[in-house]
């Protein structure tokens, strides 16, 4: 028997799932804490071979982490509503989390501010094919005058981008050049800056963050986690052909994935000059049910969201103690619950891009959302997931969203969805399909 072992390295959890090379059936599962305070090779190792069964040859083992932070991405554009907002998203659907969103006329102040924010990798967008070059230059001067060796990912300007990748590569930055994201108004076109902030992603991040001393783990690991999970969840769609809801409840953060299908009325005259999103993601940093937990009850206070009286001090229990495990599943539902909730009203409600008072732009219609999957591992340990995510997500019409109106819920028992992204990106797409297939989704 044949085994590809595909390995998610999270925060606070590391899940293994070994599967059928050429079937896709799911041979065996497991997941330990993530050791992060000392190799976490270690328990990697430990989960897949608690996944693998006795007598498989493993003929790959294919990795995703978020550990460390994950990818910490900063955007910088022309302006908020254009150029920099189509960086965002495809920031966003590389598994990046976005640090810091810089766009218009920036001052020196600016890129020290940007520099605070620790990104792994500068998204450098601006102006259409043809179009306007002058902030595209003046930001890569900028940026190449600021001493910064942070690497740059080039998706701006195709006239201009020759001058600017020599600009910074002279400079000492690492440049990669992509096509650009909004080569013209309303046309979103992210894969080629998500597909080259992966590949640093693996080239610079990973190594960087010494998470192991071995080179194995720089060797295996072959995505972003949120990256992964998003194509598993294009690949359901694809399979299922519905419009489809990914809820991801994790230690550290909650991602909500939507796949939806194109509307050609929006995709029209009246389409936004950022082009529409149609697959996306988004991440909350303040809604983990265990390192960031507090956020949650802080997030629902400001949501108008009653909540026991006991949750705040939940909260703090679980911040100041990740690895904290209830006897009880259901002792999580409630945090869960209200981040599920909290997370998907912002994902409809669309992107503030270029700070706090910004209007909400880009939201999402989720009426028509047919399925709904939940994932995280607080999840998967609740017989009683399914239910509490149907009424905090399905029944919320209070949040000004239209939430899915007849959908069906499912929860990822399995750990599915990063697996089969795994499996598709990496040669294995006949595998991928049939272990998506093998489920109740």
Known sequence: MAAVVCVDVGSTYTKAAAVDADTGALLGTASRPTTIGTDVMEGLRAAADEATPKGAKVVDTLVCSSAGGGLRLAVIGNEPLVTARAAYRAGLSAGARIMDVRAGALTAGDFVELAGSRPDVILLAGGTDGGDETALRAHAAA?????????????????????????????????????????????????????????????????????????????????????????????????????????????????????????????????????????????????????????????????????????????????????????????????????????????????????????????????AVSLVVGSGGVLRRDPEAAVWLREAVGADTSGGVRPPKDARFVIDADYRLAPAGLLAANGHRGAAIGLLESTSF
């Not at 988004?282 to 049910?289: Q, R, S």
């Not at 802080?298 to 949501?303: G, L, P, R, S, V």
């Open 143 to 367: 940026l190449a005058e600021s001493g910064s060796r942070t690497p740059v990912v080039l998706a701006g300007n195709a006239d201009a981008a020759d001058d600017v990748a020599a600009l910074l590569t002279g400079a000492g930055i690492d440049t990669t050049r992509v096509a650009n994201v909004l080569p013209r108004i309303g046309v979103l076109n992210p894969v080629p800056a998500r597909t080259a902030l992966r590949e640093v992603f693996l080239r610079h991040v990973i190594a960087g963050k010494h998470l192991s001393a071995s080179a194995d783990f720089t060797r295996m690991v072959k995505a972003a986690t949120p990256d992964a999970v998003l194509t598993g969840v294009e690949l359901l769609a694809e399979a299922t052909g519905a419009d489809l809801l990914a809820v991801d409840v994790g230690g550290a953060t909650t991602d909500v994935y939507s796949v939806l299908t194109p509307d050609a009325e929006r995709e029209g005259p009246r389409a936004e000059v950022a082009g529409t999103a149609w697959r996306s993601r988004t991440v909350e940093g303040d809604l983990g049910v265990r390192h960031t937990a507090v956020g949650i009850t802080e997030a629902a206070d400001e949501e108008d969201l009653a909540t026991s009286w006991g949750l705040p001090e939940a909260a703090r229990l679980r911040a100041a103690n990740p690895g904290f495990k209830p006897s009880d599943p259901a002792d999580d539902a409630e945090l869960s619950a209200l981040a599920a909730r909290i997370a998907v009203r912002r994902h409809a409600r669309g992107e503030r891009i270029g700070g706090p008072t910004e209007p909400l732009r880009g939201g999402k219609d989720l009426a």
